[in-house]
């Protein structure tokens, strides 16, 4: 998704484009090849503003999920967020010590075979975690 398209989508759901939910905005545009976790945002954005409180990003966090404007990724206690791919149905790989990720082009769903008599699915998720090339290398010189 195109930004401006992200900000029409806002305004007329009738959201204020505030100068704080313009710089969240703008670093998980600029994060958009990877999930981040509210913390890196909350750093990123005291470095610029010593006052700005957990509760305005996660507020901001929370109004753009659910507005449908960000994916969300639960890992262990943590959890990510990421401005959705524009691609047709997929997975992803997730590294995890970066955070970024790729696409898983097949959907392993139509593999199972077994489903529970009667049940309905609405929808899945399914992701891969482990280590991109670039942070195995990393790690390999550290």
Sequence with gaps: MEKEMFYEKLQRKGYRLTQRRHEIIDYLFACSDRYIAARELIEYLQSKHATLSFETVYHNLHTLRDEGLLAELQYGTETLYRIPCTMAHHHHFVCLACGRTYPLLSCPMSEI????????????????FGLCAECQQRKKTV
């Design 113 to 128: 075979k077994n489903f529970p008599e009667g049940f309905q699915i609405l929808y899945h998720r399914f992701e891969v």
